[in-house]
T-cell receptor, first 114, second 112 residues
């Protein structure tokens, strides 16, 4: 089925470890984005991309890196995990024409940093 | 800045009662507006969206929302709530960069 695929679904990291959250979409959407969800704060934008080779910061970018080498993939890297990065992470994609497909979200990655 | 706000953090209703969840927006032009639902431990599911045209929008699971420009609101309604509607509900709207700005959410508890 077409959509956004996130891996892994669950992850536990130790403080200082690094890891990459994977996100892939097969809808040929130009836009991709990463959000984190914390209780009482809704979903907040971390980084986004408007096309291959183009990324930009969102509301809460510190501690995260992204790259977009292909249209399909948009990985999120934590270089040195901190307990404050314990959260649920969602990847999303959308086309330039919002009326066409709207936004498609992955199923999320629940990350715990101890 | 463009934004949406959800004034109610938590709402409790009895099963079978009607429901209205509030969402206020702050945009210059007519915005696109979305409502999402998230059941515990699950991802986001789109309930409905408003782009233009008819201000009363029908969604899935018996939900509807009405866009009211005069009140800057896009409230979500359901005439009769079911226990399975217990979840968290998010109002959202695109920013200038086409990313979604989410409200902080309203948690719905349904009493049998």
């Amino acid at each position: 089925n077409a959509g956004v695929t996130q891996t892994p679904k669950f992850q536990v990291l130790k403080t200082g470890q690094s890891m990459t959250l994977q996100c892939a979409q097969d809808m040929n959407h130009e836009y991709m984005s990463w959000y984190r969800q914390d209780p009482g704060m809704g979903l907040r934008l971390i980084h986004y991309s408007v096309g291959a080779g183009i990324t930009d910061q969102g509301e809460v970018p510190n501690g995260y890196n992204v790259s977009r080498s292909t249209t399909e993939d948009f990985p999120l890297r934590l270089l040195s995990a901190a307990p404050s990065q314990t959260s649920v992470y969602f990847c999303a994609s959308n086309s330039l024409d919002l009326g066409k497909d709207g936004y498609t979200f992955g199923s999320g990655t629940r990350l715990t940093v101890v | 800045a463009q934004s949406v706000t959800q004034p109610d953090i938590h709402i409790t209703v009895s099963e079978g009662a009607s429901l209205e969840l509030r969402c206020n927006y702050s945009y210059g032009a007519t915005p696109y507006l979305f409502w999402y639902v998230q059941s515990p431990g699950q991802g986001l599911q789109l309930l409905l969206k408003y782009f233009s045209g008819d201000t009363l929008v029908q969604g899935i699971k018996g939900f509807e929302a009405e866009f009211k420009r005069s009140q800057s609101s896009f409230n979500l309604r359901k005439p009769s709530v079911h226990w399975s509607d217990a979840a968290e509900y998010f109002c959202a709207a695109p920013t200038g960069a086409n990313n979604l700005f989410f409200g902080t959410g309203t948690r719905l508890t349904v009493i049998p």
